[in-house]
Each structure stands twice: as structure tokens, then as C-alpha cells.
């Protein structure tokens, strides 16, 4: 059946390591974002994609990095100079801009 | 920037009764959408209902409907006949129709309201 995966669930990494969060997507959808969302607060785009080997920093883009090369994948790479990691991230994806994004069940990343 | 202001930070109900999840914004553009999203503690964002700016009529699904209030900048929640499995966070979300030229397609979102449904 269709929809977003996002692996794992929990990540554990000791600081100043890079640490890679996966994102795959099934709906066949262009579109791809990253999120993150800490305690209280809404969620903040990192990075969004509208087409393969194409990306766009969103509002706190410091400290991340991804890459789009296949249409189904879209992973999210937390960097050391990221200086508060430990966070619950979000994947999504959409037909296109316009369109509804539908969510992954997330990834909590918490750094030590 | 848009921002998006949800005061209540918790709310309770009781089952099968009816509350209302307030919600405002701010912004300059005349054209918008709004959007209130579904969190449970599984954590995956579910949207539970969407409203164009240009559209008058309130969007409703189901138990859930909105009160789109334009001049007043408010989209508020009404959720009827409550029901245990409402229990969640619900934020409220803005996005702007600027994608259509800058491409960016993100949505500004509130800091949320938990609902607790009292059985």
C-alpha cells in the first residue's frame, strides 16, 4: 500500500556525529519537505524538493543537508554543526506545490 | 513573515459533547489556505480539514467543521459528538499562495492545542 516511511522511529547518536535520516515515499509524488518539530512548538521546514536534483533551504536549513536523487527518496542528513539535533523529524511529500502534503510517521533523533 | 497563533495551549471535552479550537493569523495576502492538522500520540501529522481563502463557505468533514472568520484573521475548530480517538494535539497551519512564484510550498504553523476527551 501507498504511503511515506521514514526509519527508524529512534536514533541515537553521540555529538559531533553526522547522522542520516531516511524518507521514502511510494504516491509517486514530486514533492518532498523536511520538518522539524520540538516540544511546544509547530513544526519548522528544513528543506523542501519539488523534483528530483532539486532542493530548497526552508526557514532553519543550518546544520542540514539533503540530497534528491531518485523520486522516492528524499534523506536528511543532520550534520555536527547542527547545534540542537535532538528534535522529532518529519517527513512529506505532495503531488506538487498546491497540493496536500501528506506526513511520515516521523524520526526522533536524540544526540548525547 | 505569516504567523499563525493558537492560545489555547490544552482543552478538555467531555465524550460527545462539542468543543471549539481557536486559531488566528497574520498576514498581508489576500489569497490563502488554512489547514487543521491532527497529531496523536503515534505522532504522524493527520490532515483533518482544508479552507481556500476565497471561499466563503465554511469547510466541514464529517463531526469536524471550521467558522472562517477572513476580516477577523480566525479559524477556529469545532469538533462535534467528541469522541475518545480525538484526543491529540490539532494544529492549525497557513500557506501562502506565493509558491506559485518563489516555489516555496512550506506551511507556518501554530504551536498547537492538546485535546484530552473526558469519557
Known amino acids: 500500500d501507498g504511503g511515506i516511511t521514514q526509519s527508524p522511529k529512534y536514533l541515537f547518536r553521540k555529538e559531533g556525529q553526522n547522522v542520516t535520516l531516511s524518507c521514502e515515499q511510494n504516491l509517486n509524488h514530486d514533492a518532498m519537505y523536511w520538518y522539524r518539530q520540538d516540544p511546544g512548538q509547530g513544526l519548522r521546514l528544513i528543506y523542501y524538493s519539488q523534483i528530483v536534483n532539486d532542493f530548497q533551504k526552508g526557514d532553519i536549513a543550518e546544520g542540514y543537508s539533503v540530497s534528491r536523487e531518485k523520486k522516492e527518496s528524499f534523506p536528511l542528513t543532520v550534520t555536527s554543526a547542527q547545534k540542537n539535533p535532538t528534535a522529532f523529524y518529519l517527513c512529506?511529500?505532495?503531488?506538487?506545490?498546491?497540493?496536500?502534503?501528506?506526513f511520515g510517521p516521523g524520526t526522533r533523533l536524540t544526540v548525547t | 513573515a505569516q504567523t499563525v497563533t493558537q492560545s489555547q495551549p490544552e482543552m478538555s471535552v467531555q465524550e460527545a459533547e462539542t468543543v471549539t479550537l481557536s486559531c488566528t493569523y497574520d498576514?498581508?495576502?489576500?489569497?490563502?489556505?488554512l489547514f487543521w492538522y491532527k497529531q496523536p500520540p503515534s505522532r504522524q501529522m493527520i490532515l483533518v480539514i482544508r479552507?481556500?481563502?476565497?471561499?466563503?463557505q465554511n469547510a466541514t468533514e464529517n463531526r469536524f467543521s471550521v467558522n472562517f472568520q477572513k476580516a477577523a484573521k480566525s479559524f477556529s475548530l469545532k469538533i462535534s459528538d467528541s469522541q475518545l480517538g480525538d484526543a491529540a494535539m490539532y494544529f492549525c497551519a497557513y500557506r501562502s499562495p506565493r509558491f506559485i512564484q518563489t516555489g516555496a510550498n512550506n506551511l507556518f504553523f501554530g504551536t498547537g492545542t492538546r485535546l484530552t476527551v473526558i469519557p
Open positions: 498576514t498581508s495576502e489576500s489569497d490563502y489556505y
Open positions: 479552507q481556500e481563502a476565497y471561499k466563503q
Open positions: 512529506a511529500s505532495s503531488m506538487g506545490p498546491g497540493h496536500e502534503q501528506y
